[in-house]
């Protein structure tokens, strides 16, 4: 059962509620993964919510009110990006997964990312910086927050850019 749901913090997220089988917990990560391959990135649901068996009105359909809220969302609050380089990364990630924004600590396979998402945003972020990225940059960062730090500090130790500065970002 997936829906819409208001969160403590009062923004609404996308949650999914699921059984088992055998009432057994799947990792977070797996489920994730098994959704991923089958649903656009808008469509993944930012938290997920074990039940050992959903519940039902007398109808025999899910009574959507008796299902529990979520504990935990993916990414926890939205923060905002604040350095020039996270909010160019998060304008990047927003537009290549079709969200309407990015958090700083939000993990870019977490928001519905695949490799060919990762490789599109890395080349969206080469042309905007004006820098040659490394391979593989967002799989080793894959938060955000961690991603734009990793580009700094490429830049300021001369790894990256040397040969097409990074402009100033004001």
Known sequence: VVRLVEIPSGDEVLAAWYQT????????????????????????????????????????????????????????????????????????????LDLDRVGRDDDFFDLGGASLAALEAIAALEHELRVDLPDGLVFRHRVLGEFAAAIDELTAAGIVGAHRPVPALD
Not at 24 to 52: G, N
Not at 55 to 69: E, F, N, Q, R, T
Request: hydrophobic content about 50%.
């Open 21 to 96: 089988g055998d009432g057994a917990l799947v990792s977070d990560r797996r489920l994730r993964a098994f959704v991923r391959e089958r649903l656009p990135a808008r469509a993944m649901p930012q938290a997920f919510v074990h039940v050992d068996e959903l519940p039902l009105a007398d109808s025999a359909k899910v009574d959507i009110g008796a299902l529990p809220l979520p504990s935990r969302v993916a990414g926890g609050a939205y923060v905002a990006p604040s350095t020039p380089t996270e909010l160019v990364a998060a304008a990047a990630w927003a537009r290549v």
